[in-house]
């Protein structure tokens, strides 16, 4: 058995001695049932769906990765162990998958010759999808069922079971979950279902008898809002409590509602590869407010000009040119709220550019960010990123480094606070908060500290910037 992984009910599935199998009701159709691959893992049980075509040596077996639960829609094939033409014999391992959850050993059940690998290394193989083709030795046995092909992707609802402690628990995805989410351990449940699968109600009942709760006689319930007191109902009087009368213990919440898992498609799947190799950087995080005060003059100034042009002039422009001062060439990135996610496009050679250049393009990065436009183009080449979340709220944040840049800075919301100017006098003052997070193995952070004063320096004092404008 192999598994790896911290995730918890990964831990605690590996404590399960035995892998159970079984097929789907619509194999379970057939006459006979055909012997699948198996999960070299003692602990999930799961569906085998099979289509079988015949070769001059007997029935090709086609393999669907099943569902595996807990919400996994994929798993990345990470070795191989055979390759077509490969014979193999029953428990030789065929490969190695790895949800982000666990790492699994596939291993065969059958004797026979491996005709077909769906997936090269590192692809994602997908639930429901086939993952290789075996020619069985044992033509004889097995018996076609064409319509197994026509099968969807093993759904949620299909029943799962696994082995505690030689007690066999059945009980569909969804029943589990119910159970998980009120820490209620299916092996305690009396299932009342068909040969013993526990039912969604028998959690509910269970939960009732802990808490004392009474359940409607319906199969489920749902918590419903409390219903609005009538009209005629006077004023209810004060409760007082009394010592001596011990207070209502109040029934613990049940979540019935139904959740549903969705495969994370494009650019969300862009994020978690991105934030996944992130997370191997030492982050350090810094944060200082900035007087914009000066910045806002100006900018109301210029804004007029800008538009009199065709172009919308934010501060972004104004913060990707201080941002662009230091180094010989470079790329800003800028975090985009889009209507397909996340994503940085840059602009390219801030060093180069004027505000008002920056200001234009940005206008059509956002053009392109809300038509879903953005192309490669746009999006690689990055060398900082400037994340203005503040354009949508909040004040601080904790950046994420986007590889294999080196530092990131999210921008707050620019606010109007009282400040003391040199004169001791309370002043309004335009304020953003700023939080930059550096990769501590190149950055250290002194030099942090010494970019955002600057940074900080040019922002506040505005005319100081035209010096060194380019
Ligand atoms: N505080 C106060 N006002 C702000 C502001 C801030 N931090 N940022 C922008 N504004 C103002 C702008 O000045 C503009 O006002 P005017 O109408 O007076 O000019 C208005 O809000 C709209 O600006 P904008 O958002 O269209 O343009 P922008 O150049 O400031 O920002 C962009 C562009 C793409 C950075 C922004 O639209 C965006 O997508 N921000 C979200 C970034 C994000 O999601 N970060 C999280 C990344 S981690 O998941």
Known sequence: MTVRGSFPVIRRLVSVQHLHKWCSSRVQKAPLVYTPLSYNVSVIHQHRFFRTSYAAAGPILQFKLSDIGEGIMEVTVKEWYVKEGDRVS????ICEVQSDKASVTITSRYDGVIRKLY????????????????ETDGAGEQTPDQ???ETPTVSLEEHTHQEIKGHKTQATPAVRRLAMENNIKLSEVVGTGKDGRILKEDILNFIARQTGAILPPSPFHEIQPPPPAPAAVAKPKEIRPSPSIPAPVAPRPVFTGKDHTEPLKGFHKAMVKTMSAALKIPHFGYKDEVDLTQLVRLRSELKGVSESRGVKLSYMPFFIKVTSSY???HNIGLAMDTPQGLLVPNVKNVQMLSV?????????LQSLGAAGQLGTAELTG???????IGSIGGTYAKPVILPPEVAIGALGKLQVLPRFNAKDEVVKAHIMNISWSADHRIIDGATMCRFSNLWK????NPGSMVLDLK
């Open 90 to 93: 029953q428990f030789d391992s």
């Open 327 to 329: 180094l010989a060439a």
């Open 382 to 388: 990055g060398t900082f990123t400037l994340s203005n």
């Open 147 to 149: 319509d197994v092909m």
């Open 356 to 364: 008002f250049e920056i200001a234009v393009e940005l206008n059509r």
């Open 119 to 134: 997936y090269d290394i590192d692809s994602i193989a997908l639930v429901g999808k086939p993952l290789v083709d075996i």
């Open 457 to 460: 320096s040019y922002l506040e």
